[in-house]
Structure formats: structure tokens, C-alpha cells
């Protein structure tokens, strides 16, 4: 724009030179036709680079204003996407708020758990503890294998792969129905007996639930019941006819050879903390 302005400047003040000259020169004089001629010249090549000065600075100003258009909308654009970070910004912050929440949850959910988990062991612990007691000092009646079963719902600390919660109470859920239909059921079979000869026969026993065991000998000689008196626990002989016939019965109602009736056993139990020591007589 400054160039142009020269330029303009520079013409008017070589126009100004040809008025004042004219005037004063004489047509006949052959300098002074020279020097309009001159002038006249360096006029004409004057305002052809004023023309091509003003084309190049149109062309300028176009590309300018092009590069300026250009900028604005790339400003433009740059605007919305940092608009679109700023939003995505909000909403990363908003979510890692909530994750934050989240794990605090969790974490006083594991807490809880945890805190479960140990009642929960204790509470195992001690169950397993008083059951093995109940089957040891109760009627020898498939002990091991009871006990067994008891163990296998024993969560080890230094096992590679402990259960899981769920599968503990499902074991012991198990363990109980097992001994809960114990206690419902009642059976007789044949096996060997210890008696007081040391001598071994071959007897019938019959059980019923899980705190009355007694045999006959195959020979009707021998009849004996259970005691789980803490001190006699084992095995008391019926040397009396009544009480006999009483256990013969017993075992031939269980195998249905002998319709249902009233049997009165000498049933010995263990006593309980409040009257230990006594021993009961139960029908």
C-alpha cells in the first residue's frame, strides 16, 4: 500500500515538472521537445509499474486475505475441538469421580467381607470342633467315615487354592443333611461283636438315629447296648432274660420280621454339664 502511495506521489510531481516546463519552452527549440518527450517517456513507464505494482498488490492482498480466511477457520475448528476436550475433559473427571466412589464401595464391601469371612471361620472352626466331639464320643458307628466327611469340609489355610466361602457352607450344608438323616433313620446289619471273652461272633445289630446301638448274637446268647457315658463308654452286656427278649424284639421290628410294638431299652446317655456323672435308664 506504501508503494502504491509513492508511486503517486512520484507521478504527480514528474506531471507537475511537464506543466511547469510546457509554458515556457519554445516548440521550435528542439531541447525542449526532448525533454517533454523524456518526460512524457519516463511518465508512461511510471504508470505501467504503478499498474503492475498495483495488480501484484491486489494479488497480495487477495492471497492475504485468503491466508486470513484460512486462519479463522482453522481457529474456528481448533475452537470446537478444544470445546470437545474441555467437555471430554468434564466428563473424564466426572467418571473418575464415580470410580473413585466405586472403589471406596468395594472396598468397605471387602472390608465387610472380610470381616464376615473371619466370623464365619470362627463360627466353622468351632462347629467342627464340638461335631468331631459328638462322633468320637458318640455310638461307634461308621466313625471314620464320618469323621472324614467332617474334615473334608476343613477349609486349609496352606492349601494352594482355597474354597470359596460358598463351597465351604455348601460342604458342611452336606455334612449336616448326611448326619441329620442319620438321626432320622434307623437300620439293622450283620457284624462282628466284641464281647467280654474277647472272643468275636458274628451278631445283628440295630441302630436307631444316631444315639442308640445295640446287637444280639447270632446264637441268642449274647445281647449288649451301647453306653456313651463319659466314664463308660462301652459296651454293657444284658445279662437279664426281659431285657433280652426286649433287644431280640428291637432287631426283628428294624428287619420286619416282628410287627411294630413298644420296646423299653436300658438306653445309657452322655450326660450333660448341669447332671454329669448321672446315668439315665431311657425307654
Do not use: C
Not at 511537464?18 to 521550435?28: L, Y
Not at 463308660?232 to 428287619?255: C, F, M, P, Y
Amino acid at each position: 500500500m506504501w508503494i502504491f502511495g509513492l508511486s503517486l506521489l512520484v507521478l504527480g510531481a514528474l506531471a507537475g515538472q511537464v506543466v511547469a516546463a510546457s509554458p515556457g519552452a519554445d516548440p521550435n527549440e528542439p531541447q525542449g521537445t526532448s525533454r517533454q518527450a523524456e518526460l512524457s517517456a519516463r511518465l508512461e513507464e511510471l504508470v505501467r509499474r504503478l499498474r503492475q505494482e498495483r495488480a501484484v498488490y491486489y494479488v497480495q492482498k487477495a492471497q492475504v486475505e485468503a491466508r486470513t480466511e484460512k486462519a479463522r477457520e482453522n481457529s474456528k475448528v481448533l475452537q470446537d475441538e478444544l470445546n470437545a476436550l474441555k467437555r471430554q475433559q468434564a466428563e473424564t473427571e466426572q467418571q473418575l469421580r464415580n470410580y473413585e466412589g466405586e472403589v471406596e464401595d468395594l472396598k468397605a464391601q471387602l472390608g465387610s467381607k472380610t470381616s464376615l469371612e473371619n466370623i464365619l471361620a470362627r463360627q466353622v472352626e468351632s462347629f467342627l470342633i464340638s461335631q468331631r466331639a459328638a462322633v468320637e464320643n458318640g455310638i461307634p458307628y461308621k466313625q471314620q467315615e464320618r469323621i472324614a466327611r467332617l474334615e473334608a469340609t476343613g477349609d486349609d489355610v496352606n492349601a494352594p487354592s482355597r474354597m470359596t466361602t460358598a463351597d465351604l457352607l455348601g460342604h458342611i450344608w452336606n455334612y449336616a443333611q448326611e448326619e441329620l438323616r442319620l438321626a432320622r433313620s434307623s437300620e439293622t446289619y450283620t457284624a462282628r461283636a466284641k464281647t467280654k471273652d474277647e472272643s468275636s461272633p458274628y451278631a445283628r445289630f440295630f441302630r436307631v438315629g444316631q444315639r442308640i446301638l445295640g446287637y444280639m448274637t447270632e446264637d441268642g446268647r449274647q445281647a449288649a447296648i451301647w453306653s456313651s457315658l463319659p466314664v463308660h463308654k462301652n459296651w454293657l452286656s444284658i445279662t437279664d432274660a426281659k431285657t433280652s427278649g426286649q433287644i431280640r424284639s428291637a432287631v426283628e421290628i428294624l428287619d420286619r420280621r416282628q410287627g411294630p410294638k413298644l420296646v423299653t431299652l436300658p438306653i445309657s446317655l452322655g450326660s450333660t454339664r448341669s447332671d454329669e456323672g448321672d446315668s439315665d435308664a431311657a425307654p
